[in-house]
């Protein structure tokens, strides 16, 4: 998932951007001196907390793609068989006339169809901003 983040650059950064935003809300009313919090902002969130959040829990992005209107929808199905459930995504863009952005696929957990709508999320949102 880290390969997003190179592969995808503009993504990347409203990615990093929303959550350096997080960040700093949360420090808000905090005791920190100015100088600090305005070092924070320059330094930005590191790469690998992103990298981390990518791998380990990639539906925190929901939001940030919520913002860009890009809807990512994670739903079971059952397999070929119809014996074992399974789950697809689909990823919806715009306001209220939806353009589907899905792909075809199932995948055995919910995790990796989340992880599969990240990606493809990533590849929209870059086109979206070229």
């Known amino acids: 998932m880290k390969e997003l983040l190179t592969q995808y650059p503009k993504a990347a950064k409203i990615v990093k951007d929303y959550y350096l935003e997080k960040f700093m809300k949360g420090l808000e009313g ?8 305005e070092h924070v902002k320059q330094q930005g969130i590191q790469l690998n907390i992103v990298e981390k ?54 995948y055995n957990t919910r995790i990796e169809a989340e992880k ?7 590849e929209a949102l870059e086109s979206k901003l070229n």
């Open 30 to 37: 905090k005791d920190f001196p100015p100088e600090y919090l």
């Open 116 to 122: 599969e709508a990240i990606k493809s999320a990533f």
């Open 53 to 106: 959040v990518l791998e380990n829990s990639p539906r925190q992005l929901v939001d940030v793609f919520d913002e860009n209107q890009l809807y990512l929808d994670v739903a079971p199905c059952y397999d070929d068989s119809n014996t074992k459930i399974m789950f697809f995504f689909t990823i919806h863009k715009g306001e209220i006339n939806f353009e589907d952005l899905g792909k075809e696929g199932k």
